[in-house]
């Protein structure tokens, strides 16, 4: 079996033991029979370890951590190979193999799980970091684009402003002499009144003093 781990690496568990030995001692009819056939089950389960170190699994599945799980089914299988080799353990780690039990092994893939519950975490708040530094640009092009509308808008009010009252001044005036003198329509030309108000700026976008913002 091949576990992902988080980052891209890849964890080898190999459930290929061999436990004849140890189904001869539970089928053995005498003490003798049965301690001998644990005995062996003892050394093949040390030459399974030598062997699995020998091939390198990491070295294969590179990025792996350089260690392999060698899974053994049952509990019972690994205590009685310790009681006749108690130190099989600490060989086997020195070989790089991890002999893992059902429990074991479950515990293993829970950190597994963890772990890359933790990937998933990082990965969302980096894109929402990304998100949010994106939807920051968008608004402060949108700010300067409104704010240019924004002054436009003065202008042509300004100069919407300024030709009423040339119209007032100078235009009027004219246009009601040449209707008293006969020249023209009856009718009084439209009163142009002025407009009052201005376009309100939009405040800056650029961070207040007392504001931190997250660094990216």
Known sequence: MLV???GGRTLAVDAKVPLAAYLDAEAATDAGSREA???RHAQQLNRHVAQLSAREYWAQLQPAPEMVVLFLAGDHFLAAALERDPELLDRALTKKILIATPVTLISVLKGVAYGWRQEKLAKNAEELRRIGAEFYDRLRAFAEVYADSGRHLARALDSYNRSAGTWDARVLPSLRRM???GAGGG????QILPVDGA???PQSLAPRPDVQLPEA
């Open 4 to 6: 992902r781990l988080p």
């Open 37 to 39: 056939a644990l005995a």
């Open 179 to 181: 209707s008293e003198l």
């Open 187 to 190: 009718q009084e030309p439209p």
């Open 199 to 201: 376009a309100r700026n």
